[in-house]
C-alpha cells in the first residue's frame, strides 16, 4: 500500500475529499516524525509503536577493497508491531478497520 492508497481509503472511509484527507494523513505521519526525532515513543493500540533508538559506532568492511571502515554512531528509528497486529498477520485475519459495523451497513 503506498500512501496514495492509504489517502483514498480514508477519504472512503470518512466520506471526505481526497485533499481532506490527504491533509489528515500528512498530519498524522508529520506528528509521528516529529516526536520520534524528539525521541518520544509514539505508541498506536493494536499497531505498534515507533521510538527512536541509538546505534554504536562499529568497524565495517568496504564490500569491493575488504579495508576495515569506521561506521558512526547514529539514531535510527524502530518500529515495533502490537500483539495484535503479529496475531492478525500470522493467523490471515482481516482488519475490522476497513469493514463497516453492522450498525453502520447500509440498509
Same mark, same amino acid.
Given at each position: 500500500?503506498?500512501?496514495?492508497?492509504?489517502?483514498?481509503? @480514508?477519504?472512503? !472511509?470518512? !466520506?471526505?475529499?481526497?485533499?481532506?484527507?490527504?491533509?489528515?494523513?500528512? !498530519?498524522?505521519?508529520?506528528?509521528?516524525?516529529?516526536?520520534?526525532?524528539?525521541?518520544?515513543?509514539?505508541?498506536?493500540?493494536?499497531?505498534?509503536?515507533?521510538?527512536?533508538?541509538?546505534?554504536?559506532s562499529r568497524v565495517g568492511r568496504?564490500?569491493?577493497?575488504?579495508?576495515? @571502515?569506521? @561506521?558512526? !554512531?547514529?539514531?535510527?528509528?524502530?518500529?515495533?508491531?502490537?500483539?495484535?497486529?503479529?496475531?492478525? @498477520?500470522?493467523?490471515?485475519?482481516?482488519?475490522?478497520?476497513s469493514q463497516p459495523s453492522p450498525?453502520?451497513?447500509?440498509?
Amino acid at each position: 500500500m503506498t500512501k496514495a492508497n492509504l489517502i483514498e481509503e @480514508v477519504s472512503q !472511509a470518512v !466520506a471526505m475529499t481526497r485533499k481532506e484527507s490527504e491533509v489528515i494523513v500528512d !498530519a498524522i505521519f508529520d506528528s509521528i516524525r516529529q516526536s520520534v526525532r524528539r525521541a518520544d515513543k509514539v505508541e498506536v493500540r493494536g499497531f505498534g509503536s515507533f521510538r527512536m533508538r541509538p546505534r554504536g559506532s562499529r568497524v565495517g568492511r568496504n564490500p569491493k577493497t575488504g579495508a576495515s @571502515v569506521e @561506521v558512526p !554512531a547514529k539514531n535510527i528509528a524502530q518500529f515495533k508491531p502490537a500483539r495484535e497486529l503479529k496475531q492478525m @498477520v500470522n493467523t490471515g485475519e482481516k482488519s475490522t478497520l476497513s469493514q463497516p459495523s453492522p450498525a453502520e451497513a447500509p440498509m
